[in-house]
DNA sequence: TTCAACTTTGTACCGGTTACAAAATTGAAA
DNA sequence: TTTCAATTTTGTAACCGGTACAAAGTTGAA
């Protein structure tokens, strides 16, 4: 696998420490966290860091497509290491986000009624497997 | 068509003159506004209306049905009188937000991967129709 | 007419995020 | 190796969408 160093440089981004910390915390763990998960996840380990790095942070590296932005069903932002193509489901019981590996890629770089769609974002919403098998 | 204080009865929703303004704006224009830009729009025909009356009978009104609360791309909740089934595309340059007549109501009520699936929303991203023909 | 229930309003507050400037770090040229 | 400009990090303050709350206003049925 590549090193999380090389992945920076291919993007043109200097392998700061934090740098390195964060985009390894977001590729070891997919839970979709908030950029203050990943604060309170790496405080104990970097306890200088400021808020403010993560979220230049995450910033710098969706821009320069490292990283996916979610406008899931909350207010607030949540990031996921880009991988292969799937959709979002939301346990609406339990909270918690599901990737789904159901591609909708015939959608992007075609025309939708005329727009070049580029993008595409499937966020599903019910009762998750499990909290199905509590109900019963 | 229905009256705005006929579908307020409907749903158990007492008409009051803001309550009947601020539907009546959702259900005629068709431009998935945010809290803030209702406000904007009806404080010179309510000199005293106030934001919190706002954000409470949007409240309201979802969750009595009457409206849909749409969590698109950034992070602030927009709202669009409930309609035909549809789904959104945003503009990455003009940022107009359209409304498109693809359905996947496939989906509702059904299970994927065991998940029951209550809701969907399909965001796609791109290059609208009117942005594509500036470009060439 | 009365009065309890409901609705609206204004203020203060909250939490996620951004602006900004100072401090720290880095790395390439000398 | 030293220097110094460019980059990165940090902390504080501020911003903005949204909510809590209590007071004031309105409504409608007894």
Redesign the interface.
Known sequence: MKSIIEILKEHDIAPSMQRVKILEYLRNYKTHPTADMIYQALVDDIPTLSKTTVYNTLKTFTEKGILLAL???????RYEYNKDPHIH?K??KCNKI?D?N?S?DH?NDNL??????????????????DC?KVEN
């Open positions: 406008s899931l069903f909350e207010n607030e932002v489901f346990c609406m599901y789904l159901h909708f959608y939708v009624d005329g727009h070049k769609i580029l993008e595409h974002h499937v966020n599903l919403k019910g009762i998750c497997k199905l």
